[in-house]
Each structure stands twice: as structure tokens, then as C-alpha cells.
């Protein structure tokens, strides 16, 4: 495979971190120059912004435009890390949250949110 475009979207596998991404698109294709447009969480898949050679000048712009996220959470448990990696420290019953006392964290906690829930 022959990549042309100085600068392209891949989706990050979980587990892998943004930087293993370049590194790899770096010495498989051997390009002299790779960056991306934004770190995402080794436990996070999605689009990851790369630039190559002369493409790599052309991220700083990305790296200001808006971006969505979905995630999936589990309510009432606690871990070491704070994500699902951890150890899990403390388990609670989460069935007295509801989803006005979520949307008021968010709320005070992030600009510009949405939460859409699937329950």
C-alpha cells in the first residue's frame, strides 16, 4: 500500500497509543516526518489525525477544530486509574443516578457538551 496524501485520518485500534500509531505509519512506509493532530487515550479508538512529511505543518489547525466524543461508562465503580484499567478500588450500586444529576456535572465540567444516553 502507497500512501499520497500528506495528510490522512486512521482509526486508532484500542490499547495502542497515538504516538505507536505514528511511529508505526513512520517506519513501515518510511517517511522522514510524522505527527498526529491530537493525543487520543490508549483506551480510546477513533479517528486520529496524521501528517507526513510536508503534511505534518498543515496539524496545528486540526488540533483547534472542535472534535466529538462517545464513550461508554460504567457508573459506581472506582479504580486505581480512574478508567477501566485500574484496579477496581470501590463498587457501588449506581441505580439512585439519574441522568439530570450526570447532565449537571457535565454541565459545570465541560464547554459545549451533548450527552445523548442509551439506556
Known amino acids: 500500500m502507497e500512501i499520497k496524501q ?6 486508532k485500534p484500542i490499547n495502542w497509543t497515538s504516538n505507536d500509531v505514528v511511529q508505526f505509519i ?7 516526518k510524522v505527527g498526529h493532530g ?4 490508549p483506551l480510546a479508538t477513533g479517528v486520529l489525525i496524521i501528517g507526513v512529511n510536508e503534511g505534518t505543518k498543515e496539524l496545528s489547525t486540526s488540533i483547534q477544530d472542535d472534535k466529538t466524543y462517545i464513550a ?8 486505581t486509574t480512574y478508567d477501566a484499567k485500574g484496579q477496581k478500588l470501590k463498587q457501588v450500586d449506581p441505580s439512585n443516578i439519574d441522568i439530570i444529576q450526570i447532565e449537571k456535572i457535565i454541565e459545570n465540567n465541560f464547554l ?3 450527552i445523548k444516553c442509551n439506556t
Open 6 to 11: 500528506k495528510v490522512f485520518c486512521v482509526n
Open 26 to 32: 513512520k517506519y513501515k512506509y518510511g517517511f522522514k
Open 38 to 41: 491530537g493525543t487520543l487515550d
Open 72 to 79: 461508554d461508562i460504567t457508573f459506581g465503580i472506582e479504580t
Open 112 to 114: 459545549n457538551w451533548n
